[in-house]
């Protein structure tokens, strides 16, 4: 098993704040993903990332941009949250030739 | 392109009977299905994975699941429910150039006493 970690688990902020949800690996990992939950619905991508310096966007349009300077990190930034921004964000990362993908326990956001 | 269709959006069931979860995939070649559980609060779980080997997939805690390509059927089942099964249920296919994973709706599954 991969071991996927996110942080924080649980955000409630203001409107207008600059937050960054933090997913980190430990297993050396060049592929690594986010993806978006709103509140009784499916998963979409949101970004994904190939190594380092490397970053994509995913099918999902989203206001937050994503970073990886490192391999073992892939935070998730948005500048200025909003209400519409409430949701969790899962970040997975692929485990072997199969690309089995494994998930972090999430960041459950909620903007007010 | 690849897409999956989940059946069902709410299944109830009593304890110790059975889980039948059904899921329809879509793909213009050999696919990669998966299985993934999702408690309340908590992020997602792997339950099992078929990668184009045994068609018959065994997963963790007593599911299971059958590819059957002539009817593009990816369904979860498990012989007897227990109250610990309550979950959100995705079924999810591999896809997309940068190897994404594309969910279903999801299903959620309920267990009564």
């Known amino acids: 098993e991969a071991d996927i970690y996110q942080t924080p688990r649980y955000l409630v902020i203001g409107t207008g704040k600059k937050i960054t949800l933090e997913c980190s690996q430990t297993?050396?990992?060049?592929?690594m993903y986010w993806y978006q939950q709103d509140p009784g619905m499916e998963l979409h991508l949101i970004h994904y990332?190939?190594?380092?310096?490397?970053?994509e966007k995913g099918d999902l349009s989203s206001e937050s941009t994503v970073s990886r300077i490192r391999t073992e990190h892939f935070p998730l930034t948005l500048e200025s949250a909003r209400p519409s921004h409430t949701s969790q964000y899962l970040c997975?990362?692929?485990?072997?030739?199969?690309?089995?993908?494994?998930f972090g326990a999430g960041t459950r956001l909620s903007v007010l | 392109a690849q897409s999956v269709t989940q059946l069902d959006s709410h299944v109830s069931v009593s304890e110790g009977t059975p889980v039948l979860l059904r899921c329809n995939y879509s793909?213009?070649?050999?696919?990669?299905l998966f299985w993934y559980v999702q408690h309340p609060n908590k992020g997602l779980q792997l339950l099992l994975k078929?990668?184009?080997?045994?068609?018959l997939v065994k997963g963790i805690n007593g599911f299971e699941a059958e590819f059957k390509k002539s009817e593009t059927s990816f369904h979860l089942t498990k012989p007897s429910a227990h109250m610990s099964d309550a979950a959100e249920y995705f079924c999810?296919?591999?896809?997309?150039?940068?190897?994404?994973?594309?969910f279903g709706a999801g299903t959620r599954l309920a267990v009564h006493p």
């Open positions: 990332s190939y190594g380092v310096n490397s970053t």
């Open positions: 999810a296919i591999l896809g997309g150039g940068y190897n994404k994973l594309i």
């Open positions: 297993m050396g990992h060049d592929k």
């Open positions: 997975a990362s692929p485990l072997g030739a199969k690309n089995i993908q494994y």
């Open positions: 793909s213009s070649y050999s696919p990669s």
């Open positions: 078929y990668t184009s080997a045994a068609t």
